[in-house]
C-alpha cells in the first residue's frame, strides 16, 4: 500500500452513557484488534472523546462499533469531523481533558 492510500482520521465524541462502563478501555481493545492509531479520553462535560486513523475501511468498522460499545454503555450520538493522520503507531488511553 502506498503512503496515506486508503487511509483515514476521525475525531469522534460519542455521547449517552460512555464514562464508568469501560468504554475507554474497549476502546483500546476494539482499535487495537483493527489496527488503528490515534487516543481515547473522557471529556470533562461526561463524553468520550477518540481520534481513530488508519485503513479508511477499518476506521469506518470501528465507528460501527463505538455505535453500540461495550455492554454497560448507552451511546446516543457520535460526532464526527476529519482529523489530521498521525501516521501508524499505537492506539492508547489518554488522561481525562
Known amino acids: 500500500m502506498a503512503e496515506n492510500e486508503d487511509r483515514k482520521a476521525v475525531l469522534a465524541r460519542i455521547h449517552g452513557k ?3 462502563v469501560w468504554y475507554r478501555g474497549w476502546t483500546v481493545d476494539a482499535a487495537g484488534r483493527l489496527g488503528l492509531s490515534g487516543w481515547v479520553r473522557n471529556r470533562g462535560d461526561g463524553t ?3 481520534l481513530f486513523a488508519g485503513p479508511a475501511e477499518a476506521v469506518d468498522r470501528m465507528l460501527e462499533a463505538c455505535r453500540r460499545g461495550p455492554s454497560a454503555a448507552v451511546v446516543s450520538d457520535i460526532a464526527l469531523e476529519p482529523a489530521r ?3 501508524p503507531g499505537v492506539f492508547e488511553q489518554r488522561p481525562t481533558q
Open 48 to 50: 468520550v472523546e477518540a
Open 85 to 87: 493522520d498521525p501516521g
Open 18 to 20: 460512555v464514562q464508568g
